[in-house]
């Protein structure tokens, strides 16, 4: 007997009630790819009474590292002068991930477990980053494409220009 979708509002034939969706905990080769020229992720985190939050974080196309199959890590820079999602992480480390690629419409999702560095050795190859952030990836779930909007990066912004230089 089939079993009901593990998303109530999902259809019998969604990819959310596949389990190949649900419970991918490696990189495929695309994964690596789109992780690995990203600009940007949008970061979920919750904070010391529960409350969600979610911030964008962006750097050169390349910033995000991809160490091994279930593995990635990221600078952390001064971007807003908050550092709200590492004082999240610090209390709660697990943390969802959300890569777009608006040129080649696709998106990955990510849940993990992220940790904080102040002396790791990948820091060296992130000029002005204060810390790294690691994650060790629980769930990988790819997704379709269907519904993502087309786009282009024009020029990056003046904080990551600096980067660059």
């Not at 495929?28 to 990203?38: C, F, Q, V, Y």
Request: proline share 7%; glycine share 6%.
């Amino acid at each position: 007997m089939k079993q009901p979708p593990m998303n109530h509002y999902a259809g019998p034939d969604s990819p959310a009630d596949s389990p190949e969706q649900r419970h991918v905990k490696v990189f495929a080769d695309d994964d690596k790819k789109l992780i690995e020229r990203s600009g940007f992720f949008f970061l979920a985190t919750t904070d010391a009474d529960g409350w969600p939050e979610c911030s964008y974080q962006g750097g050169l196309s390349g910033f995000v590292r991809v160490v091994d199959e279930n593995n990635l890590a990221f600078p952390c820079y001064d971007g807003d002068e908050m550092f709200r999602s590492l004082d999240d992480i610090r209390v709660n480390p697990k943390v969802g991930l959300l890569f777009i690629d608006l040129e080649e419409p696709r998106r990955l999702r990510l849940i993990g477990t992220a940790s904080i560095h102040e002396d790791d050795p990948l820091l060296k190859g992130f000029d002005g980053a204060q810390l790294l952030v690691r994650v060790q990836v629980a769930h990988v779930f790819p997704s379709r494409t269907r519904s993502i909007h087309r786009w282009w990066l024009v020029e990056n912004p003046e904080s990551v220009q600096e980067l660059d230089q």
